[in-house]
């Protein structure tokens, strides 16, 4: 029997299942449709058993395990930061972090082809300071694509971090210095586990985005670098091989969703939910 | 000031805002609403303002709905029974693919007033070719001397980290390779000898791009100086300001017709009809024929504009390559395979 205080789910929970379980279930039924009509796992057989292919599929996961890295480190120093800002400050950090996100990444990623082009202000920058001899571009590079990515993701990590911070309890941090703990250490052992949820979260959104971000992975990328959404891309629009696409996408799908729900898992933790 | 207002009276002036917008609408022609696909940029915007009035005064709404030609076949593919679009803007590459999976019609020349206005090469049966695309080699007179040829761009040691390429999803880029690897002693079963050119240069190529915009946007940040382009890509640049010129291949200059094809299924067929006339009427393309799209006339009675006549003559047009499109479908899906392995890193 429907409990009545669950009435107001209801019309959610119908509009995901129309919405987004039912083209999900589609997708999968697609990708198990062969070339010569018949039903199977052929497709993932033949993704998997494709050494280029499967090299695509750890290339990914690599592009969004780096990005994570980096924007964790990128991150650290402006947590820190926030911690110790007063009102003003911190209200400032807040919008310069969601600033960028009124914007959208297609904007943002061609204003990154302005930044990492041979004409671009990193290459004349170091042209300028003796430390290149001649103007250099990081587009169509990995590292090109990872400074991209970096700032692109960075808000999904902080605001998460920003969020649990507010919280924070200040005196945790006193009672650990009162007993003794040096004051990097005192942020170590009081602080930081009440922010690894949140951090946890974060990684889940930064890795998600980096992993299917198309439009920054081709525009920035090129063609030199393919990832699994331009192969997905490439299967649809230019192969018009609809199964294999589909076979490719539940594979991203599969392999991403893994990793986050690892993660959550980690998130969800018992030790780490004590110090929360 | 205090509002005071019982659920029922908020709840129904909530429902009533929200059903504002279907009451309040436009006024749309009779004939009623066709869409058309057409390729994004100065396409679509060339003929959201030139030909969407001239549809208007016929008596429809002309929604302008840009797509790659590519994208055109998937996106009809992927709704078979309920096209997405009314007409279609595509090449002849694609044009083959639409007939061999049944999802364009033949047209009925007599509901074109147009139709008699067309040159006999631009009569087809699966709909009226509204420009020829010729293509060839865009370069920047800043950096780079005028190329002689495709050879040329692989052999000459100034072009070397200027120039950009693209995959096999692109028609200009696919035809590039098909003339360059004739070039090379390649045929359309054997094309090992463009393959390997290409291995042997990438360590010297300035950038593979992933799209005919994405290698223009790299032109324009002075990443590339080189690539295989059509002259309304050169036409474009030049709009923009950017120092830029057209240079013929060696071995003539490939090019291709595009046509407006009526969907099977369309539901507006007159809408097409009138959309296609209009595409192919005098007075549209005399102004298509100006930059920023500087597009070929169709039309007997227009001349090619002095833009378009600065890349080629009509004569050039009459000798230019005309590529064999079955044959290129026959191995496009292989070659593109080949491609990505060959230039991913």
């Given at each position: 029997?429907?409990?009545?205080?669950?009435?107001?789910?209801?019309?959610?929970?119908?509009?995901?299942?129309?919405?987004?379980?039912?083209?999900?279930?589609?997708?999968?039924?697609?990708?198990?449709?062969?070339?010569d009509g018949s039903w199977g796992l052929g497709n993932f057989a033949a993704f998997l058993s494709d050494p280029f292919a499967r090299g695509v599929?750890?290339?990914?996961?690599?592009?969004?395990?780096?990005?994570?890295?980096?924007?964790?480190?990128?991150?650290?120093?402006?947590?820190?930061?926030?911690?110790?800002?007063?009102?003003?400050?911190?209200?400032?950090?807040?919008?310069?972090?969601?600033?960028?996100?009124?914007?959208?990444?297609?904007?943002?990623?061609?204003?990154?082809?302005?930044?990492?082009?041979?004409?671009?202000?990193?290459?004349?920058?170091?042209?300028?300071?003796?430390?290149?001899?001649?103007?250099?571009?990081?587009?169509?590079?990995?590292?090109?694509?990872?400074?991209?990515?970096?700032?692109?993701?960075?808000?999904?990590?902080?605001?998460?971090?920003?969020?649990?911070?507010?919280?924070?309890?200040?005196?945790?941090?006193?009672?650990?210095?009162?007993?003794?703990?040096?004051?990097?250490?005192?942020?170590?052992?009081?602080?930081?586990?009440?922010?690894?949820?949140?951090?946890?979260?974060?990684?889940?959104?930064?890795?998600?985005?980096?992993?299917?971000?198309?439009?920054?992975?081709?525009?920035?990328?090129?063609?030199?670098?393919?990832?699994?959404?331009?192969?997905?891309?490439?299967?649809?629009?230019?192969?018009?091989?609809?199964?294999?696409?589909?076979?490719?996408?539940?594979?991203?799908?599969?392999?991403?969703?893994?990793?986050?729900?690892?993660?959550?898992?980690?998130?969800?933790?018992?030790?780490?939910?004590?110090?929360? | 000031?205090?509002?005071?207002?019982?659920?029922?009276?908020?709840?129904?002036?909530?429902?009533?805002?929200?059903?504002?917008?279907?009451?309040?609408?436009?006024?749309?022609?009779?004939?009623?609403?066709?869409?058309?696909?057409?390729?994004?940029?100065?396409?679509?915007?060339?003929?959201?303002?030139?030909?969407?009035?001239?549809?208007?005064?016929?008596?429809?709404?002309?929604?302008?709905?840009?797509?790659?030609?590519?994208?055109?076949?998937?996106?009809?593919?992927?709704?078979?029974?309920?096209?997405?679009?009314?007409?279609?803007?595509?090449?002849?590459?694609?044009?083959?693919?639409?007939?061999?999976?049944?999802?364009?019609?033949?047209?009925?020349?007599?509901?074109?007033?147009?139709?008699?206005?067309?040159?006999?090469?631009?009569?087809?049966?699966?709909?009226?070719?509204?420009?020829?695309?010729?293509?060839?080699?865009?370069?920047?007179?800043?950096?780079?001397?005028?190329?002689?040829?495709?050879?040329?761009?692989?052999?000459?040691?100034?072009?070397?980290?200027?120039?950009?390429?693209?995959?096999?999803?692109?028609?200009?880029?696919?035809?590039?390779?098909?003339?360059i690897n004739k070039a090379y002693g390649g045929t359309y079963d054997n094309m090992q000898p463009v393959f390997d050119l290409l291995e042997a240069?990438?360590?010297?190529?300035?950038?593979?791009?992933?799209?005919?915009?994405?290698?223009?946007?790299?032109?324009?940040?002075?990443?590339?100086?080189?690539?295989?382009?059509?002259?309304?890509?050169?036409?474009?640049?030049?709009?923009?300001?950017?120092?830029?010129?057209?240079?013929?291949?060696?071995?003539?200059?490939?090019?291709?017709?595009?046509?407006?094809?009526?969907?099977?299924?369309?539901?507006?067929?007159?809408?097409?009809?009138?959309?296609?006339?209009?595409?192919?009427?005098?007075?549209?393309?005399?102004?298509?024929?100006?930059?920023?799209?500087?597009?070929?006339?169709?039309?007997?009675?227009?001349?090619?504009?002095?833009?378009?006549?600065?890349?080629?003559?009509?004569?050039?047009?009459?000798?230019?390559?005309?590529?064999?499109?079955?044959?290129?479908?026959?191995?496009?899906?292989?070659?593109?395979?080949?491609?990505?392995?060959?230039?991913?890193?």
């Amino acid at each position: 029997m429907i409990r009545k205080e669950t009435l107001l789910s209801w019309p959610m929970i119908a509009f995901m299942v129309l919405f987004f379980i039912s083209p999900l279930l589609l997708l999968a039924g697609i990708s198990l449709r062969g070339e010569d009509g018949s039903w199977g796992l052929g497709n993932f057989a033949a993704f998997l058993s494709d050494p280029f292919a499967r090299g695509v599929l750890t290339g990914t996961l690599a592009l969004g395990a780096k990005v994570t890295f980096f924007v964790s480190l990128a991150a650290l120093p402006l947590v820190m930061l926030y911690w110790h800002a007063g009102k003003l400050l911190r209200g400032l950090i807040l919008i310069c972090t969601l600033l960028p996100m009124l914007t959208a990444n297609v904007v943002r990623t061609f204003a990154w082809v302005v930044l990492l082009g041979r004409n671009g202000p990193i290459s004349q920058t170091l042209l300028g300071l003796g430390l290149t001899e001649r103007p250099f571009s990081l587009l169509f590079s990995e590292t090109g694509l990872i400074i991209a990515l970096v700032q692109i993701e960075l808000p999904l990590l902080l605001l998460p971090v920003f969020a649990v911070l507010n919280r924070a309890d200040r005196k945790t941090l006193e009672a650990a210095e009162v007993l003794g703990a040096g004051r990097w250490r005192a942020w170590f052992s009081a602080i930081f586990p009440q922010i690894i949820p949140a951090v946890l979260a974060g990684w889940v959104l930064v890795f998600a985005s980096a992993t299917t971000s198309y439009v920054t992975q081709s525009v920035i990328g090129g063609a030199r670098l393919i990832y699994l959404p331009q192969f997905v891309y490439r299967e649809v629009g230019v192969l018009f091989q609809w199964p294999m696409a589909a076979a490719i996408s539940i594979l991203l799908l599969a392999s991403t969703g893994v990793i986050m729900l690892g993660l959550t898992m980690l998130a969800r933790h018992e030790r780490l939910q004590g110090h929360a | 000031m205090t509002i005071n207002m019982t659920r029922r009276a908020f709840t129904m002036a909530g429902l009533s805002a929200l059903a504002t917008p279907a009451l309040i609408r436009p006024a749309f022609a009779s004939g009623g609403k066709v869409v058309a696909a057409t390729f994004p940029g100065s396409w679509e915007d060339a003929y959201r303002s030139i030909v969407g009035p001239m549809v208007k005064d016929a008596g429809f709404d002309l929604t302008v709905a840009p797509s790659l030609a590519q994208d055109q076949i998937a996106r009809l593919m992927a709704s078979p029974g309920q096209p997405p679009y009314d007409a279609l803007l595509v090449s002849p590459g694609q044009s083959d693919i639409l007939i061999q999976e049944g999802l364009i019609e033949k047209i009925d020349p007599t509901r074109l007033k147009n139709w008699d206005k067309l040159s006999p090469a631009a009569q087809n049966e699966w709909g009226p070719y509204v420009t020829i695309e010729v293509n060839g080699i865009a370069y920047n007179p800043e950096v780079v001397d005028k190329p002689a040829g495709y050879k040329a761009l692989f052999e000459d040691p100034q072009y070397e980290g200027n120039l950009a390429l693209i995959g096999f999803g692109s028609n200009t880029a696919t035809m590039a390779y098909t003339e360059i690897n004739k070039a090379y002693g390649g045929t359309y079963d054997n094309m090992q000898p463009v393959f390997d050119l290409l291995e042997a240069y990438l360590p010297k190529i300035g950038a593979i791009a992933t799209s005919g915009s994405n290698q223009m946007t790299m032109y324009q940040q002075g990443e590339i100086a080189v690539f295989m382009a059509s002259t309304g890509n050169v036409a474009k640049l030049r709009e923009l300001g950017m120092p830029c010129e057209f240079a013929h291949p060696e071995t003539g200059s490939p090019s291709v017709p595009v046509a407006i094809h009526l969907v099977k299924g369309a539901s507006n067929p007159e809408g097409v009809y009138a959309y296609m006339d209009a595409a192919i009427d005098a007075a549209a393309q005399t102004q298509l024929a100006e930059p920023p799209t500087a597009m070929i006339p169709t039309n007997v009675d227009v001349p090619y504009s002095e833009v378009v006549s600065q890349f080629v003559t009509p004569e050039q047009v009459a000798n230019a390559v005309y590529p064999d499109w079955q044959a290129i479908n026959k191995h496009r899906a292989e070659w593109t395979e080949t491609f990505d392995r060959l230039v991913v890193r």
